[in-house]
Structures are given as structure tokens and as C-alpha cells.
């Protein structure tokens, strides 16, 4: 995707990178290399300038841009879906993997293996159209509150990581979602949530299939896996929706490693950063022993990679935005 004439007008004209745009960021390495980074790549003849059309940034979702303790968001949608339609069908207390999420025991749900997770898929996210899946998502994201928190789910994102997409857009960098979340789940709310149009989102997909219902075009969502955004993934993924390899790359986990590996080979300037979990007071503490979000393999090979640790603890002064 290139910049309009107007938006390349803006972005040759912006004014420096400056630090106190990032306000929640403390002052450190970490926000340093940022502000260098962008300074570099919008200063015209400098060594690190980037041209404005391919100043793109990818960004993970889960645990980077919104917390994923102790379950994905999407997953907890899932289970909320379930719970709301139980009523209609009393088989589920006696079948799995129902009988396990209504009675909270998610390792019996775990045990029913890929079969469950196709069942769980397909009466949450499948056999209806694409409109009216955006529409439970929609009503979910504004009524559904977190199980620890208690907090909406819009509001347990990370506010620095708000703002240095706003920072990053203002210096003339478009901002992509990259995640192995569902890209339907996230394109309702994304852009209201961080400013990222549908568009910009790319995400694992189910199948959909094109048909014309009541005299209407629709989308018909089918319980099958289309596309896992997530691993490996995430460089296709990044390659058949953007086109183009990004300058800058923010994950958390070990399932963002390719995607930092990619985006920080290239012949020109990159920056590849990594959210650490530290804070177990604001947020959630975690990393190699995980069962969401682990990071470990890209956390020991950050140093040669030269990806930067944010150390949550240390480099923000707020985790989630102000109520």
C-alpha cells in the first residue's frame, strides 16, 4: 500500500521525532532506540532514512498491543459464546468439548484434541454470514468484561503501545496488525481500539464462501481453517496482504518469531522490538514456561538478533490507558 499524494505531502514535512510523544514510555534505551529510529528514518538524506512508502511497522496483537492472560481475548469470546448458548442445547452439559467449557475444566477441553477445537470453531465463529459474525463481536468487545480485571476488553490494551503507533503514523509510518488472532475478530473494533483500518489487519482466517441469501451478496463463514497467521505464518501473511517487507517489528512471544526475523533482514534500516511481560503487579508476569504467549527461543536469540526487550516493569509508567 503506497501513501496518497496528500498523506506523502504530510509525512515529508513532519516535524522531528520527538520523545514527549510517548509519554508512557520512561526514559531508557528502549524508548530511545525508538525515538533514534524514527528520527533516522524521517531525516531526507540522512543514512537511516527510510522513504515514506515504505515506512510500514507490523505490530502482533495478542500480548503486545492488548494483554492475553489467561486466555486469548478470542478464546474467552469463544467460551462466552458458548455459555450463551447453552440454553438451546442441553446436550452440551453431557458432550465435549461443551461439557468442559461450561464447567470450567479446560484441560478436558484441551483433550478433546483438534475434533473439539473444529466443534468450539464451528458453533462460535461458523454457519452464519460474515455481517452477522461482525455483529456478535461488536456487541461482545462493548459488553464483555475480563474474568481477573473486570475491565472491558478494549480497555486492557497497552496504552505506550497506543502511542507509539500514533507516534509512528505521525512520522509518516503506516501500522499493521499482524496476529494469529482471527482477522474477522479483530477487524470490528481495531481501528475505533488503535487507529488500524480493516484493511491493515491480517490474521488467521476461516474459510467463507460467496452466496446470495434472501437476494443478498453474502459471506457464509464455514468451520474450516483457511490461514494460521501465527509462526511462520506471519511472513506469508505479511508478504500476501502487505506486499512489500516492513522496517519494524513488535511481538511477545515465540510466535512472532519469524515474523522479527523477516521484517529485521533486510538490506535497509529495521527495528525489531519484543513486549516482556515483567510486571506482575499492573499486569501479568510470564515468559518461558507460559502456556500463552512463551517467549523463550526469541528472548535467547534477541541479543544476536538485535531485538530489543521492552521490559514492561521498567519502561512504561502505565500499562492500560486512563479510565
Known amino acids: 500500500m503506497r501513501l496518497s499524494g496528500f498523506a506523502l505531502i504530510l509525512a515529508l514535512v513532519a516535524g522531528p521525532a520527538l520523545a514527549q510523544d510517548l509519554p508512557s514510555w520512561n526514559d531508557g534505551p528502549r524508548k530511545q532506540a525508538i525515538v533514534d529510529f524514527v528520527t533516522a528514518a524521517t531525516t531526507e538524506g540522512g543514512p537511516g532514512w527510510i522513504a515514506p512508502q515504505d515506512r510500514i511497522a507490523t505490530f502482533d496483537n495478542d500480548g503486545t498491543l492488548w494483554a492475553e492472560q489467561p486466555l486469548y481475548f478470542q478464546g474467552l469470546f469463544a467460551i462466552d459464546r458458548i455459555q450463551k448458548l447453552a440454553a438451546r442445547h442441553p446436550e452440551w452439559k453431557l458432550q465435549q468439548p461443551f461439557k468442559g467449557v461450561l464447567e470450567g475444566d479446560l484441560k478436558a477441553v484441551a483433550g478433546s484434541g483438534g475434533k473439539g477445537a473444529t466443534e468450539i470453531l464451528a458453533v462460535t465463529h461458523a454457519w452464519m454470514t460474515a455481517d ?144 516482556h511481560h515483567t510486571d506482575a503487579k499492573r499486569e501479568f508476569a510470564y515468559d518461558r514456561d507460559s502456556h500463552i504467549g512463551k517467549l523463550d527461543k526469541a528472548m535467547t536469540d534477541a541479543p544476536d538478533k538485535g531485538w530489543l526487550l521492552i521490559d514492561m516493569a521498567q519502561d512504561w509508567s502505565r500499562v492500560y490507558p486512563d479510565p
Open 132 to 275: 452477522a459474525f461482525e455483529g456478535i463481536v461488536n456487541d461482545w468487545i462493548k459488553t464483555a468484561r475480563h474474568p481477573k480485571t473486570g475491565l472491558p476488553y478494549d480497555e486492557m490494551i497497552y496504552q505506550p503501545m497506543v502511542e507509539l503507533m500514533d507516534y509512528l503514523r505521525d512520522n509518516g509510518f503506516q501500522t499493521w496488525i499482524v496476529s494469529g488472532g482471527g482477522i474477522d475478530f479483530m477487524r470490528p473494533w481495531a481501528d475505533d481500539t488503535y487507529g488500524i483500518p480493516p484493511q491493515q489487519i491480517v490474521g488467521s482466517q476461516i474459510a467463507e464462501e460467496y452466496q446470495i441469501i434472501d437476494g443478498k451478496p453474502e459471506f457464509m463463514r464455514k468451520p474450516e481453517v483457511f490461514f494460521v497467521d501465527d509462526g511462520a505464518g506471519k511472513p506469508v501473511g505479511i508478504e500476501r496482504h502487505i506486499g512489500k517487507r516492513p522496517v519494524m517489528a513488535f511481538g511477545n512471544s515465540d510466535g512472532d518469531y519469524q515474523m522479527l526475523e523477516y521484517v529485521t533482514a533486510g538490506d535497509g534500516p529495521s527495528l525489531g522490538m519484543i513486549v
